[in-house]
């Protein structure tokens, strides 16, 4: 997406060349617009930079601990590597991280580090958390070229400013992820879900409330309206557990579900194939639609938000994380819907990420929710403490910053 | 005791009854606490070694007032140290002479529940467990418990990111917090995040949270509130060593199980606790764990089940499970009473390091081998499942050679933490108790990058100066 092709490339193989390669740079003025596997370029505002930085060579695992639930790997490591690895050890990242490809149709492999610098989270974020949540240790260099750490390899650690937490969602404007810590679980043996059809938003997001305030432990929430995959809408509902457990939580559930409507089980390999598509925005993805946004609303007031958007606009939606996040396809051309996107998501008390749109849109249109001038003052500050000279992803998150 | 603070400003310390006055100006007579012995109740917090008189108490009754005030300490360059119930054991709100308290004592009510949304919108003084008080006839409770959850305000776990005995399962403070009303030095009101789970721009929620009252003054928060699992039960299992225990722990975890809580005691901890709360602990055991399970009846009766059979794997001596809900009461009250009930027979300084659990045994063993080398007892509570270790290093507080021994040995602990892979503090914060340790987890680099962050919030330093921070070598943004 962004014209990043005829750039100088610098792969640095270790912290120090990268260090030295940004320290370097402060002497000329270079910018550099950071990759990982290149799938996630269309997230965020399009930076203009005089060269990219990769982290394609800072790649392998440094450390997996199954009995400590902990696994450190250098940023540019594929994701799915991780996966896979922690797969043999029946071990996980506890947050899904979803993979964008579909949605940007993007090739390559994401990178570990790019779920630590955008938070990237899937549809069991309702139930864990994100991947801030579970990032306990990061090592970055800043854009002064000086290697940072902050965290560690343990679960509990208040040592310092947490300055991972800072990093992740940054989007690379602060640092360059060099290595990245991620807190693990373990696998749940099996799965299911319950599937009720026929419900309205308002009525989903109170089913789902229902479910998520039980003592279940549901592990997704997601609700697909009338008409986008298929005739009728569908709520989703899915448990992740023993097998025995699994049996007794889906009767408790559909007991529980009743005045809803009746909510039918499918199995294993199905509800994993549909979650995928939700954590991808499959329902959206292949959508003509020239604009995606995320939104993230308090559950209480997103149905409402979404009648509003909808009775302004063609909008094509679906909810996930019991109606906290909601995948919305608008088709205004010129400025995405921006302004009754926001001014929608506002009321509800929520926020609204412009997730895919041509460059030149995503260059006009504020791509993350416009902050008020204390907090901006304040993430002008931030940056300017980790990159004075502006070098790292200038302008990937705000104009100027 | 050897931890220093900075000399007092002479300056704001001349200007005291112009101080006093200008605060007097903001509040009424009865938020403002100006004479000397009324003052003394806030020299220090539960790192008593340590105390210092503040020039005065502020306790505002809205964020309006903690502006008004912020705003007057800004302008006439006066410290400012935030005080919630003052439980801190890092000595995160101990004052300084030349600073007013800024208490959020008064900020005790709880504003909003959305039960459908699992959010509560309170301020900043209430404490920890008056919050799941709030909700618990309903089912649903607020998830990190610190020991001190009678007394520790929501504001001091913000500060300190509190965890407790079920963040093994349930996470620490920093996962349960969706929004805060913050007062910046310069008495800006800001709010970040709200009721939705994901905020816009950098995680400015995340970089707040333990950041021990150095980036701004928290007076209402947004917290996510959990359904209570169906049932619990916690089992004591006693085991003849320590090693034996710790063996255990990597064991289950290993076998894909993640109990609620984990706590380890040995066999001097568990004699400190047995004879405060009667709770039927075995004390014929070198090393103790209580492990809790949640979930259906029949669902824990499995769950229990494949743990048993990995700690009879690992030679456990004793399992007793908890038969009703005065015995679970009982073994909780136990755990969560051990530093009070250790304060009964001994002064005693609580350490806080966190180490990769495989080297639980090995940290024990030293631990032991350095408290002997200072000739002092110690005893060891502690979460076992994520690492984090609390020696109470036992001591005379009357007797300064000894209080020398029992600093030296607190600080080759957190030493010895650290080289193991670990950090200084898992869930007390850095307070003065571990400022002059930074250099030993913290390259310059490191140090020199958190204090350019804090400086953008605060650059006079005038929010808790004496500390997280070593004394030397400050910068500015």
Redesign the interface.
């Known amino acids: 997406m962004s014209a990043t092709n005829n750039l100088i490339r610098f792969e640095p193989a270790t912290e120090a060349e990268a260090a030295d390669t940004i320290r370097e740079a402060r002497a000329t003025g270079r910018s550099f617009s950071i990759e990982g596997g290149g799938t996630r370029r269309g997230f965020g505002r399009p930076v203009t930079a005089d060269a990219v930085l990769s982290t394609r060579h800072l790649s392998g695992i440094t450390l997996y601990e199954p009995a400590e639930l902990v696994v450190s790997a250098r940023a540019g490591t594929p994701l799915s590597l991780i996966e896979e690895t922690l797969a043999e050890k029946g071990q996980m990242l506890p947050f899904e991280p979803a993979d964008y490809r579909a949605l940007y149709g993007s090739h390559g492999e994401p990178s570990i580090g790019a779920v630590a610098a955008c938070n990237i989270s899937g549809p069991r974020r309702i139930q864990v958390g994100a991947a801030r949540d579970h990032l306990i240790g990061v090592r970055l260099v800043n854009g002064r070229g000086e290697a940072v750490k902050s965290g560690g390899r343990v679960m509990k650690n208040v040592t310092g400013l947490d300055l991972v937490k800072l990093s992740c969602g940054a989007h690379g404007t602060l640092g360059l992820l060099t290595e990245v810590t991620f807190k693990l679980v373990p696998m749940a043996p099996a799965e299911a879900s319950l599937v009720i059809e026929g419900l309205d938003d308002a009525g989903a997001v109170e089913a789902m409330s229902a479910a998520l305030s039980s003592p279940f432990e549901v592990s997704g929430a997601a609700h697909l309206p009338a008409g986008l995959n298929g005739a009728t809408a569908t709520t989703l509902l899915r448990l992740e557990r023993t097998p025995d457990s699994l049996d007794y939580r889906c009767g408790r559930l559909i007991e529980l579900l009743g005045p809803y409507g009746t909510a039918r089980r499918i199995e294993a390999q199905e509800s994993r194939v549909l979650w995928r598509d939700i954590a991808q925005v499959a329902p959206l993805a292949k959508a003509q639609a020239p604009a995606i946004w995320r939104l993230s609303l308090p559950q209480r007031t997103a149905a409402q938000a979404m009648a509003d958007i909808s009775s302004n606009m063609g909008a094509r939606y679906f909810f996930d994380w019991g109606g906290g996040l909601v995948w919305l396809a608008v088709m205004p051309a010129d400025d995405a819907g921006a302004s009754v996107v926001r001014h929608a998501v506002a009321q509800a008390g929520g926020y609204a990420t412009l997730m895919r749109a041509p460059d030149d849109v995503r260059t006009r249109v504020d791509v993350f929710a416009p902050l008020g001038a204390p907090l901006m003052k304040i993430t002008a500050g931030i940056k300017a403490s980790f990159d004075p000279d502006g070098l790292l992803n200038p302008g990937r998150m705000y104009a100027g910053v | 005791m050897s931890i220093l603070f900075p000399i007092p400003d002479q300056d704001i310390l001349e200007r005291r009854d112009e101080i006093v006055a200008g605060l007097g100006a903001l509040l009424p007579p009865e938020c403002l606490v100006t004479t000397l012995d009324e003052r003394r109740a806030f020299e220090t917090d539960a790192l008593t070694a340590y105390r210092h008189i503040p020039l005065a108490v502020a306790l505002p009754r809205s964020t309006e007032e903690v502006a008004a005030v912020l705003r007057y300490c800004h302008e006439h360059n006066v410290f400012v140290v935030a005080r919630g119930a003052g439980t801190s054991l890092s000595g995160g709100a101990i004052p300084q002479e030349d600073a007013i308290v800024l208490g959020l004592s008064k900020l005790n009510k709880i504003l909003d529940i ?6 509560m919108r309170v301020q900043s003084g209430v404490t920890n467990l008056s919050i799941t008080e709030a909700v618990s006839a309903e ?1 649903y409770f607020y998830a990190p418990d610190p020991s001190s959850q009678l007394a520790c305000t929501i504001g001091g776990n913000i500060a ?2 509190s ?1 407790g005995a079920h ?2 399962k349930y ?2 403070t ?2 349960y917090i969706l929004g805060l009303r913050l007062v ?1 030095m310069d008495c ?1 009101v ?1 709010e ?1 995040g ?14 707040m ?3 021990e009252g ?1 980036l701004g003054i928290v007076t209402e928060a947004t917290v996510r509130i959990l ?4 049932a619990a039960r916690p089992v004591l299992f006693g085991f003849e060593t320590s090693e034996a225990a710790g063996a255990c722990v ?2 289950i ?2 076998a ?3 109990p609620v809580a984990m706590e380890f005691m040995d066999k001097e901890a568990i004699a400190i606790c047995e004879a405060f709360a009667k709770a039927g602990y075995p004390l014929d055991v070198g090393a103790m764990l209580i492990i809790e399970v949640e ?2 009846v ?2 824990m009766d ?1 769950q229990l089940k494949r743990i048993v059979d990995i700690a009879h794997q690992h030679g456990v001596q004793v399992v007793k499970e908890s038969r009703s809900a005065l015995e679970t009461a009982l073994i909780w009250k136990g755990r969560k009473s051990a530093f009070g009930a250790t304060g009964r027979i001994a002064d005693y300084i609580c350490m806080d390091g ?5 080297q639980l045994s090995y940290v024990l063993k030293r631990t032991a081998e350095i408290c002997a080398g200072y000739g002092l007892r110690v005893a060891n509570v502690f ?1 076992a ?4 270790m609390h020696p109470l290093i036992l001591y005379n507080v009357n007797d300064p050679a000894e209080c020398e021994k029992a600093e030296q040995a607190g600080m080759d602990i957190l030493r010895l933490c650290v080289e193991a ?10 307070g003065i108790e ?1 400022r002059d340790l ?1 250099h030993h ?3 310059p ?6 204090m ?6 605060d650059p006079q330093w005038l929010l808790n100066p004496a500390k ?1 921070f070593p004394l030397e070598g400050r910068v500015a ?1």
């Open positions: 959305n039960f459908p949304g699992r959010t089912g300190m990111n965890g963040c093994l996470g620490v920093t996962n910046l800006t800001v970040l709200g009721e939705a789970l994901d905020s816009p721009g950098l995680d400015l929620l995340g970089l949270i333990g950041s150095q359904r209570a699992a169906e990597a064991a975890v290993g894909g199980i993640i979930g259906s029949a669902e499995v966190t180490v990769p659990t495989g979460h499942g994520d690492g984090n892979g670990g950090c200084l503090t898992g869930e007390h914060g850095v571990k930074m987890q913290f390259t680099d490191d140090l020199n990058q958190q350019r962050v804090r400086a953008v919030f997280v943004a």
